[in-house]
């Protein structure tokens, strides 16, 4: 499945790297698009997820509830 992911100011993606999310969670990261920014597709290597940023990841559908709720929080 792929879907897009809005990182909040209080989520606990905000501040990680991309590589880290895609480890802990279980996704690919296909794209980060900054706020009033281009999309960034791939990702630069390194790239960390910042309030306001969209992420367009590819996962297993039932991966994507729990990245969801962890970008909402």
């Given at each position: 499945?792929?879907?897009?992911?809005?990182v909040t100011?209080?989520s606990?993606?905000?501040g990680?790297?991309?590589?880290?999310?895609?480890?802990?969670?279980?996704?690919?990261?296909?794209a980060?698009?900054?706020?009033?920014?281009?999309?960034?597709?791939?990702?630069?290597?390194g790239?960390?997820?910042?309030?306001?940023?969209?992420?367009?990841?590819?996962?297993?559908?039932?991966r994507?509830?729990?990245?969801?709720?962890t970008a909402?929080?």
């Amino acid at each position: 499945m792929t879907a897009e992911v809005a990182v909040t100011r209080d989520s606990p993606l905000a501040g990680q790297s991309l590589a880290a999310i895609e480890q802990a969670h279980g996704v690919r990261v296909l794209a980060r698009t900054r706020p009033g920014e281009p999309a960034e597709s791939p990702p630069p290597p390194g790239a960390v997820a910042g309030p306001g940023d969209v992420l367009v990841v590819h996962t297993p559908a039932v991966r994507m509830a729990g990245l969801a709720a962890t970008a909402r929080r």
